[in-house]
């Protein structure tokens, strides 16, 4: 008796002995190159032939497959969602629900994927209602672009799970990518393509078919630029969009659409009708609110949303004195009114490579699709002519020998193979015969065979010279193209363009004058320094009724207007500016100086005057130096201003004046108590420094200067409350050399040495 003896079973897998050691960058990176790829191409990137990511096309496959049709009824959107994560795309219901809510959105696509019906969100920014109450069908351009599936045009690959099969790429003629545009950020990489009008696009692509070697120039007058589901205007050069189309990168400067409504009187407003591509309606409202809030845009008064179906946001200014022009190029500087769309034309190839390409190129790589679609199309037709045609010829001999095939089926146990045999039929056809029904045994459905393969056959005849001629295939892809310009030619409703070309500078900086609303007003300031803002130009009876602090009185008070700056002088050289729109008003007292602007300690008020447009200022200190300056190059934006007059130590800046119109002498007058006038040229022109002698002295420094007309004399208060002036006009003998000594002057001079 013998006995088997089982084989020792062999030592299980070690799991370690399958560890293989590499360097960590290295298997990092060949990690991360792997993820990367799938991003870009799986996720990303569009593909060039059709415009879609993964996600869009398996949703569309999904709503074909459940025959949603533009004539179909709506189905619950949580169906299709549901179809295309169970059966073709595993990733999130969420994120695959938000794209579907954008293909519906109008405001978002130019030609909408998906007819949404209920909650889909809209263009204030406001979200879709939830899936389950949202409801969807296809619209006429998804079928446009999934024409031609069921001939053999395209690819078909398993599913994720291999129990379906999906679509590699659309076959359909609308030409989606540059239609509808894309956008999406992979690793590495984006892409930003917005939309275009398809009528532009059909004429450029038949412009290139008939012209393969045509240069971007030419292309660029049939295709304007982007033209965006939300209208607007593109601002740039015509110069500008050729560039960024020839080399597939670039932005576009989008304003929203407004014009301006008189309400009589003289009063108006501006109303915008249309925004700038993917601006939230809601947002850009809150952006002009926030402006008028926080004071930045004093022109503008209110803004009000009067939007229903139409866009229409009222912009109501301050008066009716506000520039329209001015009061929009401030919005667009400041607001979403005018933003940048980008354009970067990176697209996964026919390879699946991505590329960033100029307009030809994206133009001719879809065209070189098509005319692959059209001969895949053709040679599926002529295969099922050819199967067609077999059958129609086992028929017409059924027909023929009508009695024998009824005798070879009633009487023969394998008809099929004594038919075969007898009539030299295939297969096919012996089995469509016993196939056929009893009813078309008729001599009437002989000559409808007859005539049916005699049209097959030139059918067929017809795509034998398509297949063989490049010339045909041109002029028939011409005329599918030319077909397409009946649902988005330029002169329909969805297809004529909505985005306008008129070219505009970019909005300018804005001065603080124009944004200002212009009143006049009068400028008082006291000796200790409270300032005040009376409305209107107050004459001298109304300024002498003013009351100041006790112990406080007049020092300066002049005309001016809202829209002026004013430089406050300290003496120490310091030179301060003020904006007249800022000052307190005249109620009270007015609010100290200082709280405006930060005079030094131990410094005090030497002057105040307006800034105007060309002016310029004599500035004197008391050790007798001076020169002239420009106000306004000495005009400060900061509450510490800046140093204009350098003085010695022991010195102030005494004289701060402007120099009027025409002026050509100087006048000074020293704490000596005697007079020099000397011409205005003699002084130099200076934005900063000591300056040079206006007058000489041995005992002590100036006390006062101003310019003059010499012709008109000059002049110096009288003293006392009559306000009366005198005037000397023979002043020969007090002319002389700048830096001299000068003259006691005329009798009557004021004896505090100040011209008033």
Known sequence: MTTDTADPPEPADDPFDRIVDAPFDEAISERYLVYALSTITARSLPDLRDGLKPVHRRLLWAMRQLKLGPDSAY???????????????????????????????????????????????????????????????????????????????????????????????????????????????????????????????????????????????????????PDLPT???????????????RTGRGA?????????????????????????????????????????????????????????????????????????????????????????????????????????????????????????????RSEFRLGKIDDRVELLDGYIVAYLNLDRIIEIIRYEDEPKQVMMAEFKLSDRQAEAILNMRLRNLRKLEEMELRQEREDLLKERAELDKLLNSKARQKTRLKEDLAGLLKTYGADTALGRRRSSLEEAAPPKEIPLEAMIEKEPITVVMSEKGWIRAMKGHVDTAGLAKLKYKEGDGPAFDFHAQTTDKLLLAADNGRIYTLAADKLPGARGFGDPVRSMVDVEDGAEIAGLVKVEEGGRLLLASTAGKGFVARAEEIVSTTRKGKVVANVKAGAKLRVVRAIPAGADHIAAIGENRKLLIFELEALPEMARGQGIMLQKYKDGGLSDALAFVLDDGLSWAMGGDTGRTRTETELGDWIGNRGTAGRLPPRGFPQDNRFG
């Open 231 to 245: 209208g607007g205007i593109l601002v740039d050069s015509k110069e500008i969009i050729a560039e960024a189309y």
């Open 252 to 376: 576009f400067r989008v304003r929203a659409r407004w014009h301006q409504e008189d309400l009589g009187r003289g009063t108006w407003e501006a109303v915008i009708t249309e925004i700038p591509f993917q601006v939230a309606k809601g947002k850009l409202i809150e952006q002009i609110a926030a402006l008028i809030a926080d004071k930045k845009l004093p022109i503008l008064a209110d803004v009000r949303d009067e939007s229903d179906e139409e866009i229409r946001i009222v912009l109501e200014p301050k008066s009716r004195t506000v520039e329209p022009d001015v009061l929009m190029d401030s919005l667009f500087r400041l607001t979403d009114l005018e933003t940048r769309i980008g354009l970067n034309l990176n697209v996964l190839d026919a390879d699946r490579t991505p590329r960033v390409m100029s307009l030809k190129e994206v133009l001719k790589e879809w065209l070189t699709h098509q005319f692959v679609v059209l001969v895949r």
């Open 75 to 225: 189905k619950k959107c949580a169906r299709v969602v549901g179809d295309v994560i169970g059966k073709y795309h595993p990733h999130g219901d969420q994120s695959v629900y938000d794209a579907m809510v954008r293909l519906a959105q109008p405001f978002s696509m130019r030609y909408p994927l998906v007819d949404g019906q209920g909650n889909f969100g809209n263009i204030d920014g406001d979200n879709a209602a939830a899936m389950r109450y949202t409801e969807a069908r296809l619209t006429q351009a998804a079928i446009d672009l999934m024409d031609g599936l069921a001939e053999g045009t395209v690819d078909f690959r398993p599913t994720y799970n291999g129990e379906e099969e999906e679509p590699e790429i659309f076959p359909g003629l609308f030409p989606n990518l540059l239609a509808n545009g894309a956008s999406g950020i992979a690793v590495g990489m984006a892409t930003s393509i917005p939309p275009h009008n398809v009528a532009e696009l059909i004429d450029a692509a038949t412009h290139l078919i008939d012209n393969p070697r045509a240069e971007e120039a030419e292309l660029m007058d049939f295709v304007q630029g």
